[in-house]
């Protein structure tokens, strides 16, 4: 069924309302009116097609959730028992009572995300842009002109190495073969996890010889456990052959791939990681996939976000980037302002600005080639401050997801900071009424004595 509605029950009419007790000029509740809740509800109940079963959760806690989430750099676990916690948080998800259970099981956000898919987080996304235009954060026209460029998301996993690979690989045949009744002549839970330690240690002491000879035999090791798994492989339960098949698959790409190889598998349980050099002097290599971010010229609201499986030319993603803001905002780009790295990239009825770009440039046209590194610090706080520097959802699906939601995290917390500025602004020009009102009646009081 799809999502209910929040019921109010009949203890909770002797009870104080969270908006008789919390502060109403708070920027998150501020914020929880901007948002357009019930749009986020009518996209959300097209993914419930059956009538029957449980209702699902409310729509308005799922989405406030994974706002919270991004916006704090929180996990699942942590989002869910901080809003226990936080009154203000309860009041943004949409609840009128103070609650003093845990809303949910933090699974459930697993199991939202699948549901909704890229198209539901992007609602997500474009409710923020929405409601920074509400806020006055952007104007209409502020879409006209955007910034983009890529950088790398890495992947949640452990820095690829030809020992830890092998020995993954190894314990995980060996758990197969002991959960399915397969007897081995030999697991090598002792030589092996022996022999990867070793390849650490003599590549720290530079001896590559003995490195060498250290890995060849662990590689060794586990192309036995390897052929014995196969062999053996119609032992198993029909339904678990395709599992065992698959893990087989990524064992076999491991011991075969070569140093110079094209989509090497760098994780056992993600094969969708890939390598990425974005010319860095402190990381020459990242582990992820490839994510284009689009910003506004002006003001740094993310209004696109998207993954780029494959590690594509840069040039090569500029279409879906633009095609992407034009469906979040309602309105095409008429100007685009991109690095080097975009280099021969053309689209129709879009002007494209290059830096170090000199032919036809006017003074503006100069001012706003400057102004395209503004969207560096923007995808570093998304890294530091949200949670585009490590994606621990599984998939190219989860890579997919996580990147919107990235963006969504940061126009939250960008909407959050000038909400905040308008209530310190408020409350400066409140002192100052209240303090001219204090010194007209002081002057009135000296002048009638």
Avoid at 28 to 47: K, N, S, T, Y
Avoid at 398 to 427: E, S, T, Y
Wanted: proline share 4%; charged share 25%.
């Amino acid at each position: 069924m799809g999502p209910k509605a929040t019921a109010v029950s009949s203890e909770d009419l002797f009870r104080a309302r969270l908006d008789g007790q919390l502060n109403l000029r708070h920027p998150l509740i501020r914020l929880a009116g901007l948002i357009d809740w019930e749009g986020i509800d009518r996209r959300f109940r097209v993914h419930f097609v059956s009538e029957r079963g449980r209702p699902a959760l409310p729509s308005r806690l799922v989405a406030g959730l994974l706002y919270l989430q991004h916006a704090n750099d929180a996990s699942d676990e942590a989002v869910v028992a901080t809003w226990l916690e936080n009154p203000y948080w309860q009041f943004f998800c949409g609840e009128t009572y103070l609650q003093t259970e845990l809303p949910i099981d933090p699974s459930s956000l697993t199991r939202w995300r699948k549901r909704i898919g890229e198209e539901g987080v992007e609602v997500l996304l474009q409710a923020t842009i929405e409601a920074a235009r509400a806020a006055g954060l952007i104007k209409k026209s502020s879409v006209d002109k955007v910034i983009v460029d890529t950088t790398v998301m890495p992947k949640a996993i452990a820095h690829p190495t030809d020992s830890r690979l092998l020995e993954k690989s190894r314990e995980h045949l060996v758990k197969l073969a002991s959960d399915h009744g397969i007897e081995l002549r030999q697991n090598y839970n002792r030589q092996g996890p022996r022999l990867a330690v070793q390849v650490g240690r003599y590549a720290h002491a530079k001896q590559y010889k003995r490195m060498k000879k250290a890995l060849k035999t662990l590689k060794t090791r586990v192309g036995r456990v390897h052929r014995e798994v196969t062999r053996n492989l119609g032992q198993l339960p029909e339904a678990t052959q395709p599992k065992a098949q698959d893990l087989l698959q990524r064992v076999n790409r491991i011991l075969t791939q070569q140093t110079k190889d094209k989509n090497k598998l760098y994780a056992l349980h993600a094969p969708e990681v890939e390598c990425i050099s974005k010319g860095k002097a402190k990381t020459p290599y990242e582990f992820g996939v490839k994510v284009t971010i689009a910003t506004t010229l002006k003001e740094g609201l993310v209004v696109g976000c998207r993954s780029m499986p494959g590690n594509p030319y840069d040039g090569h993603t500029l279409e879906q980037a633009v095609e992407q803001v034009e469906i979040l905002s309602d309105r095409r780009p008429s100007t685009v302002i991109v690095d080097k790295g975009y280099k021969g990239a053309m689209l129709d009825g879009v002007q494209i600005l290059r830096s170090g770009q000199r032919r036809g440039v006017t003074r503006t046209l100069r001012a706003m080639i400057k102004r395209r590194s503004a969207i560096e610090p923007t995808i570093g706080h998304m890294k530091m401050d949200g949670r585009l520097g490590r994606n621990p959802l599984k998939g190219a699906i989860g890579d997919a997801l996580h990147a919107v939601l990235c963006g969504a995290g940061h126009n939250i917390r960008m909407l959050l900071r000038k909400l905040r500025l308008l209530c310190a602004r408020l409350g400066l020009d409140l002192g100052a009424i209240l303090a001219r009102l204090q010194a007209t009646s002081q002057l009135q009081t000296q002048q009638v004595g």
